[in-house]
């Protein structure tokens, strides 16, 4: 259970920074646009 909250947390943080990876190249595009 500590190892799955910590997957989680870890997840989030990289979707957090591809987020902002892409909203930095594209800016005003949404992250789902790009799916």
Avoid: A, P, W, Y
């Amino acid at each position: 259970m500590n190892l799955e909250h910590k997957e989680r947390l870890r997840f989030c943080r990289e979707v957090s920074q591809i987020n902002s990876r892409m909203n930095q190249e594209t800016q005003g595009k949404n992250i789902f646009d790009v799916f």
